[in-house]
């Protein structure tokens, strides 16, 4: 599966949300999510878990460029059984944990996600999925014109996933030196 995604700071939650409702984007749902990042070599892989939420955990490949503009991203959703077939049974390496409470909006085919990241602040994203009624050219299209709507609201664009922005404010874990 494929879609656009774009990401920045979110300066002033109430503005977005007062934005959300005067483009008749309307609240679906706050969702408490765990995502844990594991260490797969050339892509990504989450477990994404829904705080309070009877649902399984889902885990999600993908790949997409590091770069603030909107970028396409590649995905593959699996359960947890189809993710222990896929990358094995063996516990894989814990990267980092991203923590948040992510309001979502929809607007047409673009899911607008409002997030606060514990450690990080408070963030915009915007996915759209690329479907057979909407090309990459109409997901980018309905991408900027959101941009244009929000603009007030934000702040800094932002290249990377919010694993990286966790990465780096924690310091590298430093060696520890044997006793003399």
Same mark, same amino acid.
């Not at 959703?77 to 944990?97: C, H, K």
């Given at each position: 599966?494929?879609?656009?995604?774009f990401?920045?700071?979110?300066r002033?939650?109430?503005?977005a949300?007062t934005?959300?409702?005067?483009?008749?984007a309307?609240?679906?749902?706050?969702?408490?999510q765990?995502?844990?990042?594991y260490?797969?070599p050339?892509?990504?892989?989450?477990?994404r878990?829904l705080?309070?939420?009877?649902?399984?955990?889902?885990?999600i490949?993908?790949?997409r460029?590091?770069?603030s503009? $909107?970028k @396409?991203?590649?995905?593959t959703?699996y359960?947890? +059984?189809?993710? /222990?077939?896929?990358?094995?049974?063996s *516990?894989? %390496?814990?990267w980092v944990?991203?923590?948040?409470?992510?309001?979502?909006?929809?607007?047409?085919?673009?899911?607008?996600?409002?997030d606060?990241?514990?450690?990080?602040?408070h963030?915009i994203?915007?996915e759209?999925?690329v479907?057979?009624?909407?090309?990459?050219?109409?997901?980018?299209?309905?991408?900027?014109?959101?941009?244009?709507?929000?603009a $007030?609201? @934000?702040?800094?664009?932002?290249?990377?996933?919010? +694993?990286?922005? /966790?990465?780096?404010?924690?310091?590298? *874990?430093? %060696?520890?030196?044997?006793?003399?």
């Amino acid at each position: 599966m494929q879609n656009i995604e774009f990401k920045a700071e979110l300066r002033d939650p109430a503005l977005a949300r007062t934005i959300c409702g005067s483009i008749d984007a309307p609240f679906v749902a706050t969702l408490r999510q765990i995502d844990t990042y594991y260490r797969v070599p050339d892509a990504k892989l989450k477990k994404r878990e829904l705080v309070g939420a009877a649902a399984p955990p889902e885990y999600i490949f993908y790949s997409r460029p590091s770069r603030s503009r $909107p970028k @396409l991203s590649n995905y593959t959703i699996y359960t947890e +059984a189809q993710a /222990l077939d896929r990358f094995g049974a063996s *516990p894989l %390496p814990i990267w980092v944990v991203v923590k948040k409470s992510r309001d979502l909006h929809m607007y047409k085919n673009v899911r607008i996600h409002l997030d606060s990241v514990e450690g990080l602040g408070h963030f915009i994203e915007f996915e759209a999925v690329v479907s057979p009624p909407r090309n990459m050219a109409a997901c980018h299209t309905l991408i900027d014109e959101l941009r244009r709507l929000f603009a $007030p609201a @934000l702040g800094e664009l932002i290249a990377c996933g919010y +694993a990286e922005l /966790l990465a780096a404010e924690s310091p590298a *874990p430093t %060696p520890t030196q044997p006793p003399r």
